[in-house]
């Protein structure tokens, strides 16, 4: 017989259920997705035991696809954060552009954040000015929080690498510093079975 029964003072593990959470990252290639990955490896390490975490990656060049590019921003438009990881000095591919305008059209989760990574490059930072103010002025529009990175390295060891991957998620960047100290004035909707 099940000693639970018998004896009813002995706690029986109760399922706690935790808060939704969707992240979308956007990068350029293989380096920006490497520094994306550093940022998702920390929050996850950090916010795991209180967050069920869904992450979609898309690269921008795959946003080229009209039905990839349809269900990125579907994706993106019900997310908690966007991530977008680019190098700086070039220009916003128009294909990043047209996506981030397709989701700010449609955002639909009022309590949000726009992460932005960026590589320092040794270009002109006149199109960098550009791809900032464009993605501030989108972060305004949807109400959403928007942070901001500037990176002066890349990252060295390979993405994947099993020596690297603890090292990633215990380094704590500015950005990441920023987004753990943030207290949103309106808490992440909870949907459990009670509520």
């Not at 259920?17 to 290639?29: G, M, S």
């Not at 349809?70 to 190098?87: G, K, P, R, V």
């Not at 990252?155 to 998620?169: H, V, W």
Request: hydrophobic share 40%.
């Amino acid at each position: 017989m099940n000693a639970t029964l018998l004896n009813p003072r002995i706690a029986i593990p109760q399922w706690e259920p935790k808060y939704p959470f969707d992240l979308v990252v956007a990068y350029e290639d293989t380096a920006t997705r490497s520094r994306a990955m550093q940022l998702y490896d920390h929050l996850a390490q950090q916010l795991l035991d209180e967050y069920d975490f869904q992450c979609s990656w898309w690269k921008f060049d795959h946003l080229r696809d009209p039905v990839l590019h349809q269900e990125a921003a579907d994706t993106a438009a019900e997310a908690n954060m966007i991530i977008l990881s680019f190098e700086q000095g070039r220009e916003m591919p128009a294909t990043a552009r047209t996506w981030v305008e397709t989701w700010l059209a449609r955002k639909a989760v009022s309590k949000s954040a726009l992460v932005t990574l960026v590589g320092q490059a040794q270009e002109s930072e006149h199109h960098f000015c550009q791809v900032h103010l464009f993605l501030q002025n989108a972060a305004r529009l949807a109400k959403m929080d928007f942070f901001f990175h500037a990176s002066d390295s890349q990252p060295d060891a390979p993405a994947y690498s099993p020596e690297n991957m603890t090292q990633r998620a215990q380094t704590v960047t500015p950005v990441m510093e920023e987004i753990l100290r943030y207290k949103p004035s309106v808490p992440f909707p909870r949907w459990g079975i009670n509520e």
